[in-house]
């Protein structure tokens, strides 16, 4: 079983910038897309960025020219590093993968445990 562990969040200033971390504990066989979502207090979970396949990327256009998803694949990881970050932008955190274990695996997501991030003066 696939588990992802976040880290990188915490308590920043308005402009300041973070960046989260998503490690796998293991392969996934195929991934269809890896993506970062949010969810603040009292609303619904949003999508934040995603990968797709062959990297493409998409970003809500809330954190465009702001937030940037990458991956490293040696190191079975996904990032968010989070620019200009604005009080908006807390919330809880989570990585997300879709992907099977294998090639007769049904098509899953895959969630971290969620990192909180806090924009404050």
């Known amino acids: 079983q696939v588990q992802l562990v976040e880290s990188g969040g915490g308590l920043v200033q308005p402009g300041g910038s973070l960046r989260l971390s998503c490690a796998a504990s293991g392969s996934i066989f195929s991934i269809n897309a890896l993506g970062w979502y949010r969810q603040a207090p009292g609303k619904e979970r949003e999508m934040v960025a995603v990968?797709?396949?062959?990297?493409?990327?998409n970003y809500a256009d809330s954190v465009k020219g702001r937030f940037t998803i990458s991956r490293d694949n040696a190191k079975n990881t996904v990032y968010l590093q989070m620019n200009s970050l604005k009080p908006e932008d807390t919330a809880v955190y989570y990585c997300?993968?879709?992907?099977?274990?294998?090639?007769?695996?049904?098509?899953?997501?895959?969630w971290g445990q969620g990192a909180q991030v806090t924009v404050s003066s």
């Open positions: 997300n993968a879709r992907g099977k274990l294998g090639p007769l695996a049904s098509l899953r997501d895959y």
């Open positions: 990968m797709n396949r062959g990297a493409t990327t």
